[in-house]
């Protein structure tokens, strides 16, 4: 059985559980992971965490290697050696690095490494880093690097094809959802109209969580029985509850903070519709798909949301959901009345989301589909 390296620098921020599920998920692959740090342990347990050791400082060695030998920063540094040293030790057959980003930092290791590296895309990290030096031409020069590029949806494809990776090198890398924790509940049209709301996200610009409170408080307007919670944490949750405030929504909003996915599928069980009214903002920074709409979906909620990145791939116009421009408010607001006021196609498109998911979004079918990645890129080399 080959061996997977499973690069990702932070083992793992509370936003990362789609990369837990797929390291955890490998039947058909070995595989370890290696970072520079480990957090949150206890949310993401895995006995096979390999801690690259910083390297010893050799003055000497570090001036010739930078400015005699002109070597990039992670070869004068050390970690070249370090993290060559590491995946001789573990045999490894295959790096699969996640995030653009820390492919572009590793790149000079991968380009000198003898095996194949994969490396998955997941939204921000296309973005162009306006503050660093040569980062998009480094960027580029990873996909034309690497045997085979992963990402999240067709919209990420698109970006990846436009910084120049050949398109025979792109492969879908969909997020899979244990469906068996998110299973489908019969709903009820609210009485009185008490329709919960649910978004559930980090609270980032990308989010679109500002253009949620706005809509929502024109809903309650007409339903003011109606109660909105947003699950999450992030560097805007303090601004948003001010807005909410601004608002005059009061306790008609919850802010539950971060949950784990127990207490999240509780919270869907409980709603009727989930909102996500993501946008790209200045810096290009866009949605892969969001894990937490798919969970969603899975136990049976309607979807009101935006054209963006690749909602639309997951959820289908009509009939899983209601979708509108990015920032058009006054069409979150028509999404959310027409469901409201037509119970028939509220449980419709409920039932056909949960059914959706389970066609698409099944976690071991997306494992099985990322392992055919490591052979294909197996067999294909390290693409030099």
Not at 4 to 22: D, G, N
Not at 126 to 154: C, N
Not at 234 to 243: A, E, I, S, T, V
Request: aromatic share 10%; glycine share 8%.
């Amino acid at each position: 059985m080959a061996t997977v390296a499973s690069y990702c620098s932070t083992f793992l921020k509370p936003e990362m559980l789609h990369i837990y599920r797929q390291v955890t998920g490998l039947t058909a692959f070995k595989t370890f992971a290696v970072c520079k740090e480990r957090k949150s342990e206890e949310a993401f347990p895995f006995p096979d965490v390999e801690i690259a050791p910083a390297a010893q400082k050799n003055f000497i060695r570090r001036f010739w290697l930078k400015y005699i030998k002109n070597e990039p920063p992670i070869v004068y540094r050390g970690e070249y050696g370090v993290l060559a040293q590491l995946l001789e030790r573990r045999r490894a057959d295959l790096m699969h690095v996640y995030f653009g980003h820390t492919g572009v930092h590793l790149l000079p290791f991968i380009k000198r490494w003898p095996k194949p590296t994969v490396v998955s895309f997941h939204g921000m990290d296309i973005q162009p880093r306006e503050g660093q030096t040569g980062y998009l031409d480094s960027l580029k020069e990873l996909l034309r690097t690497v045997p085979l590029a992963m990402g999240r949806s067709h919209s990420l494809k698109e970006g990846m094809l436009a910084l120049g990776l050949p398109e025979e090198r792109f492969r879908l890398n969909r997020t899979g959802i244990p469906l068996e924790n998110f299973p489908f509940i019969e709903r009820s049209a609210p009485v009185n109209g008490e329709w919960r709301i649910v978004q559930a996200c980090r609270c980032v610009e990308k989010k679109g969580i500002d253009d949620a409170l706005k809509a929502f408080a024109c809903f309650a307007d007409r339903y003011p029985e109606a109660r909105f919670t947003i699950a999450g944490e992030g560097p805007l949750l303090d601004p948003m509850k001010q807005l909410s405030l601004k608002l005059g929504l009061g306790d008609k909003v919850e802010f539950a903070g971060f949950l784990r996915e127990d207490e999240l599928r509780d919270l869907y069980w409980q709603s009727h519709i989930f909102f996500h009214p993501s946008r790209l903002t200045a810096d290009k920074n866009q949605e892969g798909i969001p894990n937490s709409m798919l969970e969603a979906m899975s136990t049976g909620l309607p979807v009101v949301a935006t054209l963006h990145g690749g909602i639309p791939e997951a959820v289908e116009q009509d009939k899983t959901g209601l979708l509108y421009a990015e920032r058009d408010v006054d069409g979150l607001i028509d999404g959310m009345m027409r469901l409201a006021s037509s119970p028939g196609l509220w449980a419709e498109m409920g039932r056909r989301a949960s059914v959706s998911m389970h066609e698409n979004f099944e976690r071991k079918a997306q494992v099985a589909k990322l392992e055919d990645v490591y052979r294909e890129a197996l067999e294909l080399g390290n693409g030099q």
